[in-house]
């Protein structure tokens, strides 16, 4: 990194989409991190709770600069993963491992953002139609919304296989036409 782009803890970095002052933790060789902001060592645990609480942070390599918020990020799911009840299951870990090296790995990718951030939005919604229910009526509440977010779910989900299975095919009818237009026919 050049003089002129190094950052101080003084010099927060932006997060370019929403404008707000972005954390800078640094990593260093001995495993630690350190909070330029706070000015303290934290744990993965704390860097846990930034992700929970929605703050914006980079994690540094404090030698060389380069980003390393993906392998944390990764890591503190690792940690999820081990700790008790797990999200994924073996087969679909297996099948996102499949997805690396496909030709479908990117579009996979931007899917399952994309769901995820749909279902964030139910959940969102279910949180403000919930507001302000004892705890006897949330659980009458949610004995009631479980078959029906079951039967919502389902159809999302086939919806979103439709519409998977629908560019897939439209990807292949363009190979198909671009390399028509080349004169090669694919064998198969």
Same mark, same amino acid.
């Given at each position: 990194?050049?003089?002129?782009?190094?950052?101080?803890?003084? /010099?927060?970095?932006?997060?370019?989409?929403?404008?707000a002052p @972005?954390?800078?933790?640094?990593?260093?060789?001995?495993?630690?991190?350190?909070?330029t902001?706070?000015? $303290?060592?934290?744990?993965?645990? &704390?860097?846990?709770?930034?992700?929970?609480?929605? @703050?914006?942070f980079?994690?540094?390599?404090a030698?060389?600069?380069?980003?390393?918020?993906? $392998?944390?990020?990764?890591?503190i799911?690792?940690?999820?993963?081990?700790?008790?009840a797990?999200?994924?299951?073996?087969n679909?870990?297996?099948?996102?491992?499949?997805?690396?090296?496909?030709?479908?790995?990117?579009?996979?990718?931007?899917?399952?953002?994309?769901?995820?951030?749909?279902f964030?939005?139910? &959940?969102?919604?279910l949180?403000? &139609? $919930?507001?302000?229910?004892?705890?006897?009526?949330?659980? @009458?509440?949610?004995?009631? /919304?479980?078959?029906?977010? &079951?039967?919502?779910?389902?159809?999302?989900l086939? @919806?979103?296989?439709?519409?998977?299975?629908?560019?897939?095919?439209?990807?292949?009818r363009?190979?198909?036409?671009?390399?028509?237009?080349f004169?090669?026919k694919?064998?198969?």
């Amino acid at each position: 990194m050049s003089p002129s782009k190094a950052r101080t803890p003084a /010099q927060p970095a932006r997060d370019a989409s929403a404008g707000a002052p @972005q954390r800078v933790i640094k990593k260093y060789p001995n495993r630690r991190l350190y909070d330029t902001t706070t000015s $303290s060592y934290i744990t993965l645990a &704390q860097v846990r709770e930034l992700v929970m609480a929605h @703050q914006p942070f980079v994690v540094r390599d404090a030698k060389t600069g380069d980003d390393l918020t993906r $392998s944390i990020l990764l890591q503190i799911i690792l940690e999820e993963e081990a700790g008790g009840a797990p999200m994924f299951t073996e087969n679909m870990l297996a099948n996102i491992i499949r997805f690396y090296g496909h030709a479908m790995q990117g579009f996979m990718g931007s899917y399952l953002e994309k769901n995820i951030q749909a279902f964030m939005e139910i &959940q969102s919604r279910l949180a403000e &139609q $919930s507001a302000g229910l004892s705890p006897e009526l949330w659980a @009458q509440f949610m004995r009631m /919304q479980s078959p029906m977010m &079951q039967g919502m779910m389902g159809s999302y989900l086939e @919806q979103s296989k439709n519409l998977f299975l629908q560019a897939q095919e439209q990807m292949s009818r363009q190979t198909e036409h671009m390399l028509g237009a080349f004169g090669i026919k694919r064998s198969g």
